[in-house]
């Protein structure tokens, strides 16, 4: 079935760096754009990075730009977050989600934690 | 930035009764030139990521029972369970997806009364 499964979150410190992933399973992946979007604690939903089927087209919203990075990697099914120079308001939980703004199908979530 | 206001943040409900969420843009999320509304509204079960129940403010996903609508245009929009069940329990977020940043409204709360 489709599915979207993160891992790669944890506890670091600020300013330190994560590598989020998302395997996709059940759709031809490369035929998809793709997001991450995340929720901080007792905060809403906040759409993060998209990338678009390809790869070649690329948005952040303003909180995360120049910090972290969305990339793909078709031949691999997966989806991926650098998170470079951690602050502690990125603590959230971290979803990929398929799609272009309207978001089919999320993943689980992976946590990532921000403190010193 | 497009800021999406639902209201109330949160309703109880009787089971079997009518529940009835807005949602509201700050601008437009009409496109003229499609005549499509980027509105999506997604259900969020505890412990679940969200699920997206509308697209294009009225198309429903499929296996979204018939008992969920969608409708509205420009800046207001609802979402209505017409005989809410128990599985129905849930928060329920509106996103407009018409300009970037893809933005969401804080979510309500529907219980049982």
């Known amino acids: 079935q489709v599915q979207l499964v993160e891992s790669g979150g944890g506890l670091v410190k600020p300013g330190g760096s994560l590598r989020l992933s998302c395997a996709a399973s059940g759709f031809t992946f490369s035929d998809y754009y793709m997001s991450w979007i995340r929720q901080a604690p007792g905060k809403g939903l906040e759409w993060v990075a998209f990338?678009?089927?390809?790869?070649?087209?690329?948005f952040y919203a303003d909180s995360v730009k120049g910090r972290l990075f969305i990339s793909r990697d078709d031949a691999k099914n997966s989806l991926y977050l650098q998170m470079n120079s951690l602050r502690v308001e990125d603590t959230a939980i971290y979803y990929c989600?398929?799609?272009?703004?309207?978001?089919?199908?999320w993943g689980q979530g992976t946590e990532v934690a921000v403190s010193s | 930035d497009v800021v999406m206001t639902q209201s109330p943040d949160s309703l109880a409900v009787s089971l079997g009764e009518r529940a009835t969420i807005n949602c509201k843009s700050s601008?437009?999320?009409?496109?003229?030139?499609?005549?499509?509304?980027?509105l999506a509204w997604y259900q969020r079960k505890p412990g679940q990521p969200p699920k997206m129940l509308f697209y294009w403010a009225s198309t429903r996903e499929s296996g979204v029972p018939e008992r969920f609508s969608g409708s509205g245009s420009g800046t207001d929009f609802t979402l209505t369970i017409s005989s809410l069940q128990a599985e129905d329990v849930a928060i329920y977020y509106c996103?407009?997806?018409?300009?970037?940043?893809?933005?969401f409204g804080q979510g309500t709360k529907v219980e049982i009364k």
């Open positions: 990338v678009s089927s390809g790869g070649n087209t690329l």
């Open positions: 996103q407009q997806y018409h300009s970037i940043p893809w933005t």
């Open positions: 989600a398929r799609g272009a703004g309207a978001f089919d199908v």
């Open positions: 601008q437009s999320v009409l496109d003229s030139s499609n005549n499509k509304n980027y």
